[in-house]
């Protein structure tokens, strides 16, 4: 019966005289002193295999063995395999054009991009990936614990609801139909229906044409949206019960990997104790920090009020509210501030380790008042016909979107966000 | 505090002289022996609110109240809400161009699926895309307990590997790409990586022009994939599991999804009686049933398969493998039948209830062998690049996939596929 690498202690403990087997990819050839080791490389980790010859075999082959388990505090997992037979299942070829085992900070990122394929099995890379697994479940469980429905929506659209530019043309039999930058449309109506509360994972495209560390052209978004709510703070809540669970379940399942890149989740408390500060605040904050110069939430802003954040409440998130009505999207809901002040709105922002993971707000729920604010933003009636359904009933309402690779990127510390997805889309790349 | 539908016969026993607060949508205006009823619709179901006066509101509108609980065994849930106070949140226009409460067995299927913001409020339409959410929770729930990892893979490829035809192309900045037809390769080089096991639930696309019930140009698609298997019936053994799993998770958690459907799950035990037959017997036993005239399994055989396995192993399923190489793709694995026979395939079909819902096989890990198959496909080493990496070491391997909506109908007895999709995309519909 195979054993993983993971188990190989336990056997070594329970049953040190009973022949196991072991499948995966030769992950490393040694010889030292004499003695010929493999180091095998499975689903769940490292094996150590010590051999009496020396193996006629080559990295990244995928082998078969038998042997005897037994402890060595010395191998990875702190055991090995004294091989009795050896099998080649897929024997490698020896021009490796890239090499799998190399310590990843010494490669380049586009490298590793040119070469995903190969890439994709160092366990460090491979590590980032198992977090964003856990991310995905741990969001969509613990939402389900609220009585959120999941749903799928089409990513084809026949027109963009939120502006015209950034999007993807598609040749759709003889019409152009567009991908959907985000199910934002669509989850509105599913809270209208009935539903109240629903989420969905899925991709979302943006057309742009910058190539930054923040930036992906297709990306995953975890998208919330949720009904009877009185404004984005009831969401700002949400969003901390929902990222304290994530981390949970991070810090729970993903040990290894975390160590892998010597990263930590922050804890629940902090999770609690991250401040809700407004656009007006966060600006003053960020120009004390900066001693001037900031004049929008930029880059440069987000990261300087997470370290504000840090410093002054423990915590590496922080949340923006009330911004102005001319950076949100036609569909945010205003925030009534009385005659003479500025228009603001019930909008926000989280930022966790210098980043803006998400965006979100209370919607416009009443028709009449959607049709008001297009001529602002230089919209028609027609552009947003699906929205007309608003007219037969629809409860106050607010959702947001996390990004599954920005909160991956922040939780491991990756340089850039291409690191957090499995085959990152950008201008030039859209191989393999 | 707001209570739900479903919570008021609760409510009623435990304290029936506590005042609660409900809110929803008025889903039913009555006036029944001068006594005035409005059904109010949440996400938990209908709750039947008694006035003593004729309430001023329209269908659909949202509205909260407060009132006392009261069982009622004639009420829906078997308790009511004697209203005292009734705020309207957001009232309905009056001229509502589809009737939300109307029984939908009588309203035409363009019908419903040209109003679908409207239609999707029908708790009996809500009902399929409830049971849909349990669908894809319990397919990642059983995957993840056996240790397989969730994927996001993307949906942008620079050239088809399954052939050029049916693609969508869509306009990426300066070059044409495609939208994926599914994640077969990705998953592949993701189980070569060293991961194993690994599955993906999201949208795939066909550019096919043909429309019938069974069809969508964009789906879900339930993507399995898994290393070191022997052939195609680990991955009967597999989805059989999985099924089992899913309809368990549906008869718990759907109980009044299925009854508005009057559908029923099968039973795990008929789940694992389902026969597999090979390709060859699948023609010899749909000729049988059909006296003659069966020469592919075509969506007659499919159905007459069903209907045999139903009568002789009493189940709704049955698996077809070994189907001849001419049917499948270029990466599905051959199957050695001695010299002078027809080659077949490590491949299979599942049929459910009339209809194939997953399509699945072992892989060809041999690039040398993969190679060799190409010119009989009419296809170049160029057109499959990516697979090189298989030359660096690849297990034996193989996976399925299983079509998301074409499940969600089969439980539910659905006639058209378009029903099980919440914007379902065909040639002429891309809104909303």
């Given amino acids: 019966m195979r054993i993983l690498a993971k188990d190989a202690a336990e056997a070594a403990r329970d049953a040190p005289d009973t022949e196991v087997e072991a ?23 490292l094996l150590q295999l010590v051999l009496d010859e020396k193996p006629d075999i080559t990295p990244e082959s995928v082998i078969r063995v038998r042997g005897l388990p037994a402890l060595n505090e010395k191998a990875p997992g702190g055991a090995e395999l004294r ?8 024997r490698a070829g020896g021009d490796l054009p890239y090499q799998v085992n190399a310590d990843i900070s010494r490669i380049g990122l586009e490298a590793i991009l040119d070469n ?24 969509s469980a613990y939402l389900r614990s609220l009585d959120f429905t999941e749903i799928k929506t089409s990513k084809l659209i026949g027109s963009g609801t939120e502006g015209g530019t950034e999007l993807f043309e598609v040749e759709y039999f003889d019409r152009k139909v567009y991908l959907a930058q985000s199910p934002q449309f669509y989850k509105q109506v599913l809270v209208a229906s009935g539903l109240e509360r629903v989420f969905e994972v899925a991709p979302a495209y943006r057309a742009e ?9 297709e990306y995953v978004s975890m998208d919330v949206e949720m009904g009877f709510i009185d404004s984005e703070k009831d969401l700002i809540e949400l969003e901390k019960g929902l990222l304290a669970a994530i981390f949970d379940e991070v810090k729970k399942k993903n040990r290894r990997d975390l160590e892998a890149w010597n990263a930590s989740v922050p804890d629940p408390e902090s999770v609690r104790r991250a401040p809700t500060i407004s656009y007006a605040e966060a600006l003053k904050i960020a120009n004390g920090e900066a001693r001037g110069k900031i004049f929008d939430i930029n880059p440069e802003a987000e990261r300087l009020l997470c370290e504000w954040s840090a410093r002054e409440y423990r915590t590496d998130l922080v949340f923006v509210n009330e911004f102005p009505r001319r950076y949100r999207p036609f569909y945010t809901y205003p925030l009534d501030q009385g005659e003479g002040k500025p ?23 009443d028709y009449g008042a959607l049709l008001e604010a297009l001529p602002r933003f230089g919209m028609t009636e027609e552009s947003i016909a699906g929205y007309a359904v608003f007219k037969y009933g629809c409860p106050p309402h607010g959702g947001f979107a996390i990004g599954c690779e920005r909160l991956t990127q922040k939780i491991l510390g990756l340089a850039n966000i291409k690191e957090a997805s499995l085959f990152p889309r950008d201008r030039r790349r859209v191989e393999p």
């Fill in 343 to 365: 228009v603001s709105t019930m909008s926000f922002d989280a930022l966790f380790r210098g980043l803006e993971i998400t965006t979100g707000g209370r919607r416009q729920h």
């Fill in 209 to 217: 044409k910058h190539d930054t560390p923040r930036h992906l052209n």
């Fill in 83 to 90: 091989v009795a037979s050896l099998e080649c299942i897929s």
């Fill in 23 to 45: 499948a995966g990819w030769v992950h490393r050839l040694r010889n030292m002193g004499g003695v010929n080791f493999i180091i095998l490389r499975d689903r769940s980790g």
């Fill in 116 to 139: 995903r394929t190969l890439s994709l099995r160092n366990p460090k890379i491979q590590s980032i990936f198992r977090v964003q697994a856990v991310i995905i479940e741990a969001f």
